[in-house]
């Protein structure tokens, strides 16, 4: 008999623990936008009491006191549901939001939220949504707006994932996974942010945390990159428009700068880059598609539109670029493509088009190899009228590279080995001229003895 009250006792005691259906305007938050005092501890008592359980927002405009810092949500692993038309809004334009330290398993579900006067100067670092140390958060249908800082920002957290996400007008990144591992988002939009539009980053200071996956992602107005991938490895993004940068469209690189790893096992695939690096200021490179010293790197099927230098480019003296489907269509100055001090390179089906200089360039690249190039109407501005041209390569393997030269265009295929560097070996072969509207006669420039160019 004792033992079955205590057994009735304790489950008693358990379900009076249990989760619970809780509204934060039950404990006194206001939904008019007034009060912030009441309303902030309002929010705050809720995330106390009901850490585990369901919180309500009801349709209406909280004002959140955040003057001392973000209003800072300890180990929440419930769901936190924004009914239609509930906003926060910030008091204190120069400091973070919300901030979700650890938890697991928490669902956040139409969280909306802006400031009552938008920041004019950024304050990094003061999220407008932040999380820290958390494990499985899902983060669906959010807008946010006017951070000063990031707009949302994960930091060395495991499988985070947010889909169906808006940012407006943040003075920093739009989206940013720091040191998280799995990271995933999808349907992402961002609007004029101060930063990159999306950003996987992982700096060498801190856990190296690995993974992520991006789908169906929109940046327009970046006032730095599009995509950057900086530091962060088994990277994917998959399906993307990107529109209006002041820095080059799409970046994935080792940043010396802000002390990040190597990226290697990064995808970027199935997008389009209009006028990267045209949005004033301009900062760093304009170009559509940059690579840095990642360990791998892979680009294919995206069509680069008037960047505003070249349509890609970079250097990776102890790293591998692999481009298949990439075309680039009228820089404003610059190449189509450009690998310097590249240890692998590899290209397949791609083309540039309108080009001011050279279509295809490989500079001091160990080994590269070309399958199937297209260059059309390269070296406007060039006085060397040079279309494909290799360079103190040391393995080139070349074929099926197609050149169609226009009056006043590139005509010129070629090779040449400098002083200093060993002598280059391979072939370039099945290539095709189509000449145009009175335009120069093909001409091949080998200075390389050990590479053969044939028809």
Request: hydrophobic share 40%; net charge negative; aromatic share 8%.
């Amino acid at each position: 008999m004792v033992t079955y009250f205590l057994a009735l006792l304790l489950a008693l005691v358990q379900e009076s623990k249990a989760p619970s259906v809780l509204s934060v305007t039950s404990l006194g938050a206001s939904s008019d936008g007034t009060r912030s005092a009441a309303t902030t501890d309002a929010f705050r008592r809720a995330f106390a009491n009901n850490s585990k359980g369901d919180i309500i927002v009801p349709p209406g405009t909280y004002l959140i006191d955040n003057s001392d810092g973000p209003l800072r949500i300890n180990n929440f692993g419930g769901q936190l549901t924004f009914q239609e038309a509930a906003q926060l809004v910030f008091t204190d334009n120069t400091k973070g939001g919300l901030e979700f330290v650890g938890g697991s398993d928490a669902i956040i579900t139409g969280l909306r939220a802006t400031y009552v006067t938008p920041p004019t100067v950024r304050k990094s670092p003061n999220e407008e949504i932040k999380f820290s140390g958390t494990v499985n958060t899902v983060l669906t249908d959010t807008v946010i707006r006017d951070s000063p800082a990031a707009g949302i920002l994960f930091y060395d957290s495991i499988n985070p994932s947010v889909t169906n996400a808006k940012v407006f007008n943040s003075l920093a990144d739009g989206l940013n996974f720091s040191n998280c591992q799995n990271a995933r988002v999808t349907n992402l939009l961002t609007d004029s942010t101060g930063d990159d539009g999306l950003a996987f980053v992982n700096y060498a200071s801190f856990p190296n945390l690995t993974g992520g996956l991006a789908e169906n992602v929109v940046v327009a107005n970046s006032k730095a990159r599009g995509i950057a991938v900086a530091g962060q490895s088994n990277v994917t993004v998959n399906g993307f428009q990107i529109q209006n940068t002041s820095s080059s469209g799409v970046l994935v690189a080792q940043d010396t700068a802000s002390n990040t790893r190597i990226p290697a096992n990064v995808f970027i695939e199935n997008g389009t880059i209009s006028n990267a690096g045209t949005l004033a200021p301009l900062v760093g490179n304009q170009y559509g598609i940059e690579f840095n010293s990642q360990e791998s790197a892979t680009f294919t099927n995206i069509a680069v539109l008037k960047p505003g230098n070249n349509g890609l480019s970079g250097t990776a003296p102890n790293g591998s670029v692999v481009v298949s489907n990439v075309s680039v269509n009228s820089p404003s100055q610059g190449l189509g493509f450009l690998f310097y001090q590249t240890r692998d390179v590899q290209i397949t089906d791609s083309t540039a088009q309108n080009t001011p200089s050279y279509g295809f360039l490989s500079l001091k690249s160990t080994q590269v190899l070309v399958t199937g190039l297209t260059i059309t109407n390269a070296g406007g501005t060039d006085p060397l009228k040079r279309a494909v041209w290799f360079e103190d390569a040391s393995v080139i393997l070349a074929s099926s590279i197609h050149i169609v030269s226009a009056a006043g265009m590139a005509n010129v295929i070629g090779c040449h080995t400098s002083a200093g560097y060993s002598a280059s070996s391979g072939s370039v072969k099945t290539i095709n001229f189509h000449m145009s509207g009175g335009g120069r006669p093909f001409s091949v420039e080998n200075g390389c003895p050990a590479v053969n160019f044939t028809p």
